[in-house]
């Protein structure tokens, strides 16, 4: 048996110190002791992408990261990512073209979709795919969620273009 | 939950090389390493990981990194398949190790996923280990009380889950020797899965070529999914070394494969899919080294 370890880490922003067990999951970390449930479990075992978070700046999948491993990271999750009222340009596109249906899957498609797009990706459909390859959804069938991330692609080339 | 509790398991972070190389060297039979855990998180998640003690490794700087010499490609234990993928030198002269970390798991299992994790986690269905074999890879294993010891690759799984290193040992690089460059060599990978992202294979194929003068010079094939273990299959390499490559040299090879490969049936795939997949691909791949 062990007992819980401080954590302390910076999630969306905020520096937090919770006190959790070592090995607990990020996952129920961020959605027990932080109520950020906007975090959603899956199948707890990486195959399904709706425990996606960024650490660091990287996309992984919280269910299979220990509380101990995040001593020090700075966390973004789904709660982080509209800046106020201005919800992010892929926030947008999912509402626009209907992205989104029971909502489970959607945090972390859409993390996945801003972390393809941090990473230069465009609206090419074959590279959406691959980028969105870790998440399922069982609503949609994928193609408005395809569909919302090359909208969400092209948004962000105008303003990039403009800006 | 059918999960187990997390306070069932203890984990700890010396945060340097030394301190876990103590914690190893004190009570080998202890702790278990967790690098990026994406093998060991996963039995946890589905209530499988027996209760134990774990010493993470992830981020400790002397496993992290790729260094290039004129010799060789020293790929430390921790860099991800996303690092692999990034990095100028591999995409130069180790495309089939660039295509494996491409199409292990998915992007957010590409972050975090381990090259150490994948060959110390020793299963016979990995992607990585077949181009590893075909590069003469070694690897680096560090300890305590035995510094830094380098061993081939290959024959360092010697079963199924069993591998010669010590418990008080770490995996802290593999050493991929650089080939020619340009690099004349015919290199060829293929990973046949349920989906391209996801799925494990039902059977991965790694293999690498050189022709002179007409005369096959140089020759690594290494499979998974077949056997075991990750498998070199040297019968197939002795029947095509130092020949030419005609329609009787091909069927030969083919008919060699049974001496190297003992796939099985299991969740994933048949036995009879497997050898048959496994003849085709080496097929595929003695064509197109004919017609070099
Ligand atoms: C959804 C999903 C898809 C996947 N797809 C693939 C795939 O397509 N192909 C594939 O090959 N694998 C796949 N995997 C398996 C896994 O991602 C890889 O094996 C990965 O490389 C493991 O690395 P890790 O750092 O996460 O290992 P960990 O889980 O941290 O460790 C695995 C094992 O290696 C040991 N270990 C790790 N590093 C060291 C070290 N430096 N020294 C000594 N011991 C060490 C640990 O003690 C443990 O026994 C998948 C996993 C998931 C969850
Ligand atoms: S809950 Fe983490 S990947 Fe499915
Ligand atoms: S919208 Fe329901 S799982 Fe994707």
Redesign the pocket.
Known sequence: MSGPVEIAFTVNGEAKTVRAVAMARLLDVLREDLGLTGTKEGCG???CGACSVFVDGTLV?SC?IPALQAVGTSIETIEGLAKGDALHPVQEAFIAAGGAQCGICTPGMILAAVSYLRDGGDAKEASIREALA?NLCRCTGYMKIVESVARAAAAIAREERTS | MLRAAANEYELVAPGTLGGVLDLLADDPEGW???????????LLGAGKLPPGR?VS??GLPE?RGIAVDDDAVTIG??T??AEVQADATCRAELPMLCQ?AR????AA?QN????????????P?????PPLLCHDAELL?VSRDGGERRVPYDGFHTGYKRMS?RPD????AIRIPRRPRPDPALHLFR?V?TRA?????KI?FAALAEVREGKVAHVRLAM?SVAPTVVRCKAVEGEIAGRAIDDARIAAAVAALDDDIQPIDDVRSTRHYRERVARNLLEDFLVALAER
């Not at chain 2, 040992?169 to 802290?172: A, C, D, F, G, N």
């Open positions: 075992e990486g195959e999948n299979l870790g | 278990t390493p967790l690098a990026g855990g994406t093998d060991v998180m996963v774990f490794i992830w496993l234990a921790l991800t398949y494996a199409e292990s798991g998915a299992i975090r996923g381990t090259l150490g994790g994948n060959i110390v986690n020793a299963s269905a990995a992607d990585s280990p294993l290193m040992e770490l995996l802290r990973k899965g992202a996801q799925a494990i294979s991965c998974g």
